[in-house]
């Protein structure tokens, strides 16, 4: 048998946060390594415990969640923390920081069990979580606001890739992408390990964020 998925939990609500534990800890392929109710606290815990996921609300004291998901997993990290930020906030900024910061996916609080237990898995993995809705609906939004004012920036991508990388700041499915592009999935998979090597980016997520940052999407 494998080792448990190793999840912190970090709400400070104490309710919410009795729940999520009672929820995870209840499944046998996954434990709570530990919990806390601000953001010092799960940087702190984190960085000690060093669990496989963290479970990072937002708007928490000492240290909101974005500023503790950036000191876990931002780009100056050497070692990063995989994060997944779970907020009842359904804003657009709380959206793109949370993955700007570093979080590799984020959910709603009213997201139903089944899909938060599903969420930590794929985080656990590497993978990044992103729902299609979300990322078109709120990312592009907001992201829209910060685009680059001369237009699209130049980037070191072949026009195929570039297709790509609109498609999955599209939010779509390697399959969806296959299918698009009248492509194979395995085809699909050895573009975006391109894409994420050429870019010096760590996973899906940040190659949405990129893509909006330098204009590429509309």
């Known amino acids: 048998m494998s080792a448990p998925i190793r999840v912190l939990v970090c709400d400070d609500q104490m309710l919410v946060r009795t729940g999520l534990v009672t929820i995870i800890d209840a499944q046998p392929d996954l434990e709570v390594a530990g919990e806390c109710g601000d953001g010092g606290s799960a940087v702190d815990l984190a960085r000690r415990l060093r669990p496989d996921v963290v479970l990072m609300d937002v708007r928490m004291p000492v240290l909101d969640g974005i500023e503790a998901t950036r000191r876990l997993a931002g780009d100056a990290v050497a070692d990063p923390v995989k994060v997944l930020v779970v907020t009842t906030f359904n804003l657009d900024e709380y959206v793109y920081e949370a993955l700007r910061a570093g979080a590799s996916g984020f959910l709603l609080k009213d997201a139903p069990p089944s899909q938060l237990?599903?969420?930590?898995?794929?985080?656990?993995?590497?993978?990044?979580?992103?729902?299609?809705?979300?990322?078109?609906?709120?990312?592009?939004?907001?992201?829209?606001?910060i685009r680059p004012a001369g237009g699209p920036v130049e980037v070191p991508l072949t026009p195929r890739e570039l297709e790509v990388l609109r498609l999955i700041a599209d939010g779509r499915s390697n399959g969806e992408i296959a299918a698009a592009l009248v492509i194979s999935p395995e085809t699909v998979k050895t573009f975006v390990s391109r894409i994420l090597g050429k870019l010096g980016l760590r996973d899906r997520v940040q190659a949405v964020v990129y893509a909006y940052r330098h204009g590429l999407v509309t």
Not at 133 to 138: I, K, N
């Open 117 to 145: 237990l599903q969420g930590i898995r794929t985080v656990a993995t590497g993978a990044a979580l992103l729902d299609p809705e979300v990322t078109r609906a709120l990312v592009g939004r907001y992201a829209a606001r």
